[in-house]
């Protein structure tokens, strides 16, 4: 940035006698002249279209308010250092406000179900919200715990995995994938979301795909689903952290179905894929040729906008209440009152609801897991009969007794868990 020098001093000349060679102006200095002022004003900051200094690195000239921190413009600075509040009405579409993981459960730390391994096709866990999906191939699917000295259990607020064994089997319809629908097509449709998460493999340097399907629901005549177009990534045997971005499609011309609350999108990490799913353009295009492989997956977080942020650590409690509105695992101690329920006859009883932690996305079915429980009438002694938990909806569910014995029509009957009782209730998408 240059500063104006002037070379000629044109008023020397007004002294000079008549006759003087140096009293004429010549052309030459004149041009010196402009030359400078030209190169002055092209290398200084016009300053006249701010109203206070613009930011660091700026393309789009820019209001700054250097007390509260605001600005009316573009910003394209790579570095800056504000001593107020910033305030701007977005910051990546949003990407940095809280809740921003569409994905449940994504730091694998909530397992309802419990720690035991999964080899069976279109179930979840053990970790909640991840289904097992599968044809052709065997599979075992597991808990995996990080250790001190683990980068992301020091410093990353993981202390689980999902640990993945999947042994291929040649086919072109063959698969696996670990996948967690996330609840309404409509979030995310017309959306630039990315997906981040850690991930290792036990050997070697195999490829995963990654895919985003879309289903647009039950009931009526919906829209057939959208599959994704997958996008591999080659692990190694550290963990990493990796990203991908996609591009959802809108609903335009889309029909949705009737039931509520029967749409998703589905992110799937495709382990193994055959011939029918692998080629360009396939759900998950670029995964290779089918190969047994070992992986482990953590930390997944899908977002809306174009980049990976950190990896948002939500309350347990919170995650664990949305892990509850599509599983819930209610526990009954031994000889702890499950229920009271009122006789009918002298052989049946009916309960009264027992309410859910979480309001549940459709009628759950109810399944029992171990332990079991008594009936016992007004006067404690064992009625025997069938017990059931039954007919639940989205808040609650109601025990019964039937085949009993020793009952009196309008007296109490205690339901007692005469050992640890687990009941479990699955309104998973």
Avoid: H
Avoid at 134 to 154: M, R
Avoid at 396 to 421: K, Q
């Amino acid at each position: 940035m240059s500063n104006y020098t002037q070379s000629t001093n044109f008023a020397t000349k007004d002294a000079l006698s008549p006759g003087d060679p140096l009293k004429i102006v010549r052309g030459t200095e004149i041009n010196t002249e402009f030359t400078n002022i030209a190169v002055a004003v092209a290398t200084k900051l016009d300053t006249t279209g701010l109203a206070s200094p613009g930011p660091i690195g700026a393309t789009t000239p820019s209001s700054f308010n250097g007390t509260t921190g605001t600005f009316s413009g573009a910003v394209s600075g790579t570095t800056g250092t504000f001593s107020g509040n910033v305030q701007m009405a977005s910051l990546n579409g949003g990407q940095l406000a809280g809740l921003r993981n569409k994905i449940i459960n994504g730091n694998m730390g909530i397992f309802q179900r419990g720690t035991t391994a999964v080899t069976t096709t279109n179930v979840y866990g053990p970790a909640d919200r991840w289904e097992n999906d599968g044809i052709g191939d065997t599979f075992s699917t597991s808990q995996g715990a990080f250790v001190s000295g683990d980068t992301l259990y020091d410093t990353g607020g993981a202390q689980f995995y999902t640990q993945i064994a999947v042994t291929s089997v040649a086919g072109a319809n063959n698969y696996y994938k670990l996948q967690q629908p996330i609840e309404d097509v409509r979030i995310l449709a017309g959306q630039t979301v990315t997906v981040s998460f850690w991930a290792k493999a036990a050997s070697g340097t195999p490829s995963i795909a990654l895919e985003l399907y879309q289903f647009f629901g039950t009931g009526g005549s919906p829209s057939a689903a959208v599959p994704g177009i997958g996008q591999a990534q080659a692990l190694t045997t550290t963990w990493t952290k990796y990203s991908k971005t996609f591009a959802i499609p809108s609903l335009a011309g889309i029909t949705l179905g009737t039931t509520a609350n029967t749409s998703y999108t589905v992110l799937g990490f495709w382990i193994d894929a055959g011939t029918s799913f692998s080629g360009v353009g396939g759900r998950a295009a670029g995964i290779g040729t089918q190969v047994s492989k070992t992986v482990s997956i953590a930390q997944v977080q899908l977002e809306v906008g174009p980049v990976a942020t950190p990896f948002e650590q939500r309350p347990i409690g919170m995650e664990l209440a949305l892990c509850q509105r599509y599983f819930e695992t209610i526990r009954y101690q031994t000889s702890s009152v499950i229920s009271v329920c009122q006789a009918t006859s002298t052989t049946a009883a009916s309960g009264f609801g027992t309410n859910f932690a979480v309001t549940k996305i459709s009628t759950p079915a109810l399944t029992y897991g171990t332990g079991s429980a008594n009936a016992l009438t007004a006067t404690g002694s064992n009625a025997g009969g069938t017990i059931l938990a039954s007919a639940p909806s989205v808040n609650n569910f109601n025990w019964s007794v039937t085949s009993a014995s020793g009952l009196v029509a309008g007296n109490a009957v205690i339901i007692n868990c005469a050992s640890t009782l687990i009941l479990q209730a699955s309104a998973e998408l």
